[in-house]
């Protein structure tokens, strides 16, 4: 079955520490996973795709193909990055979007 | 933001009414989607429409029904037999699968209230 996983309901974090937030995947084929991210009042927005390789607003992810994982990355955390962050596979026939049921990230002071 | 708008961002129904949701987009996209947004269980996809006079259940069909009469237009109407229908309903729009560019694009989303 497809499916996404995040672990992490809440991760809350000091501004300035790492940040991790973890996306495991079940995907028979090859994936092609996403991040996005809904600010406070804004629309849900892509943040970064796996196959773009990309930096965006100092966060990466990397897949991990054995692990089946896609977790998104920032060394230094900032109060802006406070949003709902949702990991997302590309499956099926039709090619739809499955996403995880999200990771609330609050950067502290 | 804009390209893909929704009405109304608030919207109150009764008991056994039907409602619909309207979503439309100047984006030129193909593909339109709705998913319903609950705390804690992410978004799930309820109807999507590849082309014109064209549309799938999603994973959350039940109670809800779409058309695709426009290429700008995925009309939403929530039926009374959708045991559920308070929630955070987004609309999406994307090219048509096939290539790496397909990135969904997102509406504001229309809060609906059953009283």
């Known amino acids: 079955a497809q499916r996404v996983t995040q672990p992490e309901k809440l991760l809350s974090v000091f501004k300035g520490a790492p940040v991790e937030l973890k996306c495991n995947y079940s995907y028979s084929g090859s994936p092609e996973l996403f991040w996005y991210v809904q600010y406070s009042r804004q629309r849900l927005q892509l943040l970064l795709r796996h196959i773009s390789r990309e930096s965006i607003k100092g966060f990466t992810a990397d897949l991990n193909k054995g692990e089946t994982s896609f977790h998104l990355k920032k060394p230094f955390a900032q109060e802006e990055d406070s949003a709902m962050y949702y990991c997302?596979?590309?499956?099926?026939?039709?090619?739809?979007?499955?996403f995880g049921k999200g990771t609330k990230l609050s950067v502290k002071p | 933001d804009g390209g893909i708008t929704q009405s109304p961002k608030y919207l109150f129904r009764k008991e056994g009414q039907n409602v619909t949701l309207s979503c439309e987009q100047n984006l030129n996209h193909d593909a339109m989607y709705w998913y319903r947004q609950d705390p804690g269980q992410g978004l799930r996809l309820i109807y999507y429409s590849q082309i014109v006079n064209d549309f799938q259940k999603g994973d959350i069909a039940e109670g809800y029904s779409v058309s695709r009469e426009k290429k700008e237009s995925f009309p939403l109407t929530v039926t009374s037999a959708q045991k559920n229908p308070t929630a955070f309903y987004l609309c999406?729009?994307?090219?048509?699968?096939?290539?790496?560019?397909?990135?969904?694009?997102f509406g504001p989303g229309t809060r609906l209230t059953v009283l």
């Open positions: 997302a596979l590309r499956g099926g026939s039709q090619g739809n979007l499955i």
């Open positions: 999406a729009s994307s090219y048509n699968r096939g290539g790496f560019n397909n990135e969904q694009f």
